[in-house]
């Protein structure tokens, strides 16, 4: 097959140079992107006198017959065509003519495939923020059943104070929503035309970038040919978006392993979204949330291959670059199934309040009350109450029982200056309601956390 860039060729491309040198197998998801820049690109050049109007007609119908063509699976994508840019030409070419051959006048490949990619990145960026509010909003729907919903809170994963379930949840909805941010950043910073910047150096023809910038969207025109051609920190972004919101997903899907199991059964993911073991006919496997926590390691993988990738490139367009786009590819559709599958995982899954409940008489959660009610009501030194508590503690791990449910008289004895009111400052309720300050757990608090998070979903169906 004759390449586009054979002039100077005496001899036939090999099929293993073919085949190697090739991204026509991956790159072709562009083709939208590929085909919206050419247009622009040529109406561009028309506007400019490069072109004639009927040149531009032609490329307009013929590219609209060749998107056709994409979309109804008779596009046929060989091989021997290189990448999808050449393929796409070629076929305009057949189809329209000589005007074919004027659309690459001021142009590279080097600049249409930074206008593909990055388009292709900056839409990504925006459907991957839709998909996380679309999670965020089964999180706070799940949250506003549960604000009185006890869980023992952890540190070190040891029993540490109690907290209500929809202000844990509520902690991933934070999260999340950092991520919304970072992919936003990335896409207002990123929002900046590459096509006009031709091979490096620009272009002697009297083109008109802030024309093509306008037309398809963007913000600004680079300000640098030779960066803009090499740059791919965009992809880079993205990569890391994914990858920080895939460690959040990770550490939400760790914790719905845990609550899962025996020891805790806080929650059942509902049978739709469980495995069964082909083996032991009782169980019923968290395979989703496990998938989650793995898939976290490939789009890491992706994001230091990349990174790698670019270290050590000259400028300005070197082809390791084209090492580029299966990483993002594979990132990006492992956020957005994983995001989907999420969603509806957390959707269909049964809370257990009573398994909750009672492990919240485990481990003396309100030990930390203790403390501060000899410090409030009995003016002892806080280093003295912690002192007082730790001894009430081990008087009620001699006893078997917690500490919230431990008698007046016994803490009256380790301290007399311990009131009879004590009681109802060691319930757990009271504890979590107890933690009113901002940001904190008590039910107000939480509530509060709520609408916080309803307004910012405010337009999610
Ligand atoms: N397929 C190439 C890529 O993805 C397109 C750019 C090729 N440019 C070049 N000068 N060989 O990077």
């Keep these: 097959m004759e390449k586009m860039w054979s002039g100077r060729f005496a001899q036939d491309a090999s099929t293993l140079l073919e085949q190697f040198n090739a991204s026509i197998m991956f790159d072709q998801k562009l083709y939208r992107e590929d085909i919206e820049g050419s247009i622009a690109h040529a109406q561009m050049l028309a506007h400019q006198g ?48 000589d005007a074919g051959k004027k659309l690459h006048t001021a142009r590279s490949r080097n600049d249409q495939v930074a206008l593909d990619f990055r388009r292709y990145v900056l839409r990504k960026n925006r459907e991957i923020v839709e998909q996380i509010k679309s999670l965020m909003k089964v999180i706070v729907d799940i949250s506003r059943d549960h604000t009185s919903t006890l869980i023992p809170g952890m540190t070190h994963l040891q029993h540490a104070q109690p907290i209500n379930f929809a202000f844990h949840l509520l902690a991933y909805a934070a999260m999340f929503k950092r991520d919304i941010e970072r992919f936003e950043s990335s896409a207002a910073r990123n929002n900046i035309s590459p096509i006009g910047c031709a091979a490096l150096a620009g272009t002697p023809h009297n083109i008109n970038r802030e024309m093509t910038a306008k037309t398809l969207g963007f913000d600004s025109v680079s300000i640098n040919c030779l960066d803009t051609v090499s740059d791919r920190d965009f992809a880079l972004e993205i990569l890391f978006n994914i990858s920080t919101l895939m460690m959040h997903i990770s550490r939400l899907s760790e914790e719905i392993i845990l609550w899962s199991s025996y020891e805790f059964r806080f929650v059942e993911l509902s049978d739709a979204y469980s495995t069964g073991s082909s083996i032991m006919p009782q169980k019923k496997n968290p395979d989703v949330p496990e998938l989650l926590r793995g898939k976290t390691g490939r789009v890491y993988g992706n994001l230091i291959g990349l990174l790698t990738v670019m270290k050590g490139l000259p400028l300005a367009y070197n082809k390791d670059t084209q090492e580029d786009k299966e990483g993002v590819f594979d990132s990006v559709s492992t956020a957005e199934i994983s995001l989907e599958i999420l969603r509806e995982a957390l959707r269909t899954m049964t809370v257990k309040p009573q398994n909750m409940a009672r492990a919240c008489k485990l481990g ?76 904190g757990t008590a039910e107000v608090r939480t509530l509060e956390q709520i609408l916080y998070f309803d307004h910012f979903l405010k337009d999610v169906k």
């Design 364 to 439: 003396h959660l309100s030990a930390t009350d203790l403390a501060d009610y000899l410090v409030e009501h009995c003016d002892v030194p806080f280093r003295e109450a912690h002192h007082t508590t730790g001894r009430a503690v081990a008087r009620a791990e001699q006893l078997g029982i917690d500490l919230s449910e431990i008698e007046y008289a016994e803490l009256h004895a380790i301290d007399e200056r311990i009131k009879e009111d004590v009681c109802s400052y060691l319930s757990i309720v009271h504890s979590m309601n107890a933690r009113t300050s901002q940001g």
């Design 50 to 97: 490069i072109l004639t109007a009927e040149e531009l007609s032609s490329i307009e119908s013929g590219m609209a017959q060749v998107l056709n063509e994409i979309e109804s699976g008779a596009f046929e994508w060989k091989i021997g065509d290189e990448d999808l840019h050449m393929a796409i030409e070629k076929r305009l070419t057949q189809i329209i003519g």
